[in-house]
């Protein structure tokens, strides 16, 4: 079975530093993963996906995620943080068979502090 | 974003009434998904419409009853509730369900159950 984990309930990063919010999986074989962000009152923003080739990949509003395989990690990164990035983050996997559905972990509430 | 719209925003009702939330894309998409968003928990995949067809139930109570009329639309019927399903309710769309199209949110209704 698929599953995504998100150690981290909370993180608290000072404005203008790099934060990272990170995400483990586990899926059978080979993973597609997604990350999603959600604005308060608001419904689940595409950020980024990694379906193949470069394991680093790079989405909207300057964030960018890292593929690692033998870690089975797809950690969410941004080299300097804004206040306006405060929301909750999601992680989402599904294999790339396809016969999974899509899973989310519980999502990470990123605070940026002025 | 506009391209899903969901409607009501919030809904409160008795557990005896009957009422319907609608979701309408307009990305030409054709894929269609009914969530629900219980806090401190993973989000849960409800149903599963491709090309109006249902393709997925996830065990979900009979209290609950979709209907896509067509690739544009998506209802989610409700009778009966209870309680627990007091909750933020997410409808999402994709190209396809194809496991590498990423899902596109509305911002939900608010149901709360009296």
């Known amino acids: 079975a698929q599953s995504v984990a998100q150690p981290e309930d909370q993180v608290n990063v000072a404005e203008g530093n790099p934060l990272t919010v990170k995400c483990t999986y586990s899926?059978?074989?080979?993973?597609?993963l997604f990350w999603y962000v959600q604005y308060p009152n608001r419904g689940l923003q595409f950020l980024l996906k990694?379906?193949?080739?470069?394991?680093l990949v790079k989405g909207s509003y300057g964030f960018e995620a890292e593929f690692n395989k033998s870690q089975t990690s797809f950690h969410l990164k941004k080299p300097s943080a804004l206040v306006s990035d405060s929301a909750l983050y999601f992680c989402?996997?599904?294999?790339?068979?396809?016969?999974?559905?899509?899973?989310f972990g519980t999502g990470t509430r990123l605070l940026v502090s002025p | 974003e506009t391209g899903v719209t969901q409607t009501p925003r919030h809904l409160v009702m008795g557990m005896t009434n009957k009422k319907s939330l609608k979701c309408e894309q307009h990305?030409?998409?054709?894929?269609m998904y009914w969530y629900k968003q219980s806090a401190k928990k993973p989000l849960e995949l409800m149903f599963v419409?491709?090309?109006?067809?249902?393709?997925e139930n996830n065990s979900v109570p009979s209290r609950f009853s979709p209907e896509c009329p067509n690739s544009s639309h998506l209802f989610l019927h409700l009778h009966t509730l209870q309680p627990e399903d007091s909750a933020l309710y997410l409808c999402?769309?994709?190209?396809?369900?194809?496991?590498?199209?990423?899902?596109?949110f509305g911002d939900g209704t608010r149901l709360s159950i009296l």
């Open positions: 990305l030409g998409h054709n894929a």
């Open positions: 419409y491709n090309f109006k067809e249902q393709t």
């Open positions: 899926v059978s074989g080979n993973p597609y």
């Open positions: 989402a996997v599904r294999d790339k068979e396809g016969f999974q559905k899509l899973v």
């Open positions: 999402a769309s994709s190209q396809d369900d194809r496991a590498n199209q990423p899902q596109h």
């Open positions: 990694y379906i193949t080739g470069d394991n």
